[in-house]
């Protein structure tokens, strides 16, 4: 029995550190869930409208109307893509669709809006709306006992109408029967989010060969991230050798030159100002071998990426708990912007989000790398205040990847990342 204890410690530790995580996931997924209902009422209201234009055509005087029709249907799916770019990053989507009515019924943007559009008033608005109800009816129940006394005998009931709430007893009864409701909805929220984010994605993007000059201009987009990512780069380099290597090296000669000096009226004073500069010099070149190391880290030769996520973990200012499961090695860019990421990741965390734990997981999947930082702290962290979330984004959208960062007010702040292999 004994020797069991230490291992139930760590499973209440393991517990207590999963709770927060589970809790934040839980509340991502509700917001998302709520924007998705929103958009799929609107949606529900357009297909009921399609509805009528169809009947309408039967007499012919809903084919002036199709048009129009597949404009609003154009403008929901717009919305709802919207929606999707804020926490799943920048993607391009189809123009307005053709305004006669056989280049609409041939073009293959606008069938893959209406089977969107289908699913999401009908499946997604069902799925959206359970996902609210849930918590809804968790929070009723659970406070059942706080306010059951106010009403008549028999008027109240928890969700569903199980019982009449009469007695102390019925009243914590309803508290857990919300509390289940509640646990419900942390495990079924983000699976619910995730399939319709998931469908969104797949049917709402432009189809990369439905137009080459839209593909065009995405690469043309991405090579100008290319290039503002290593002009940033080498701002960056500049600042790091301007503002602190130039200045401790400057403060060697000034110190080399008293030294020099007082050893002709002074030398026991020559000796300290010569400790003095010895110091100043060892300081310039760690700092300069810390920006050779921003650069391209050599411990990603020596090393791999595994080996140097771990060296980045152990200097952490933050306590990281680190997962790395990246068999085999990546294109020494991939690797290279893997540990920016993650460096970066933990900088921020250090200094603007207050965090007492960041979870860092990096793993293989396929032919992309995946990366996830989370951590613990306030939240609210934003691209345009300057965090260097900016820098990551064009420095990943360079190789063709992918950001996407939830932080709300209150945490956790989520950043996941997704680049390609061979990149």
């Not at 959206?128 to 009816?137: D, E, R």
Request: proline share 6%; net charge neutral.
């Amino acid at each position: 029995m004994p020797p069991q204890a230490p291992q139930d410690d760590e499973a209440q530790e393991g517990l207590r550190a999963r709770l927060p995580r589970v809790a934040g996931d839980a509340l991502v997924s509700l917001e998302q869930v709520a924007g998705a209902f929103v958009t799929a009422v609107l949606a529900f209201g357009v297909l009921s409208w399609l509805g009528v234009v169809l009947v309408l055509c039967v007499v012919g005087v809903g084919l002036l109307l199709v048009p129009n029709a597949l404009r609003a249907v154009h403008a929901v799916a717009e919305r709802e893509r919207n929606r999707l770019r804020r926490t799943n990053g920048p993607f391009l989507g189809p123009g307005d669709p053709p305004g006669q009515l056989g280049a609409a019924r041939n073009d293959p943007d606008v069938r893959r809006e209406l089977r969107w559009l289908v699913g999401h008033a009908t499946g997604g608005l069902l799925l959206a709306a359970l996902g609210l109800l849930l918590p809804i009816s968790g929070l009723r129940d659970v406070t059942v006992p706080l306010w059951w006394r106010f009403f008549a005998q028999g008027e109240v009931t928890p969700t569903l109408s199980l019982w009449v709430v009469g007695s102390w007893g019925s009243a914590f009864a309803a508290l857990l029967l919300g509390v289940g409701w509640i646990a419900l909805s942390a495990t079924l929220t983000p699976a619910m989010a995730r399939w319709l984010v998931r469908r969104g994605l797949r049917l709402l993007p432009l189809d990369p060969s439905s137009d080459l000059t839209l593909r065009v201009a995405q690469l043309s987009a991405t090579r100008a991230a290319a290039l503002d990512a290593h002009a940033t780069e080498l701002r960056r380099i500049e600042r790091a050798l301007h503002d602190g290597t130039q200045n401790r090296l400057v403060a060697v000669t000034v110190l080399l030159g008293a030294a020099r000096r007082a050893a002709e009226r002074n030398p026991a004073a020559a000796a300290e100002i010569l400790e003095r500069a010895q110091a100043a010099a060892e300081d310039a070149l760690a700092e300069l071998r810390g920006v050779v190391r921003s650069i391209l880290p050599p411990v990603l030769a020596d090393r791999g990426l595994t080996g140097a996520l771990r060296g980045l973990a152990a200097t952490s200012p933050i306590p990281c708990d680190l997962r790395v499961d990246v068999p085999g090695r990546c294109a020494a860019a991939v690797e290279a912007t893997a540990y920016f990421v993650v460096a970066e990741s933990l900088t921020n965390a250090a200094r603007h989000s207050g965090a007492t734990a960041v979870d860092v997981d990096v793993r293989r999947r396929g032919d992309e790398l995946y990366v996830r930082v989370t951590d613990n702290g306030k939240g609210g962290a934003d691209e345009a205040r300057g965090s260097g979330l900016l820098g990551i984004r064009l420095r990943v959208e360079a190789l063709d990847g992918t950001v996407t960062m939830t932080s709300p007010v209150g945490g956790p702040t989520t950043l996941e990342v997704r680049l390609a292999c061979g990149s």
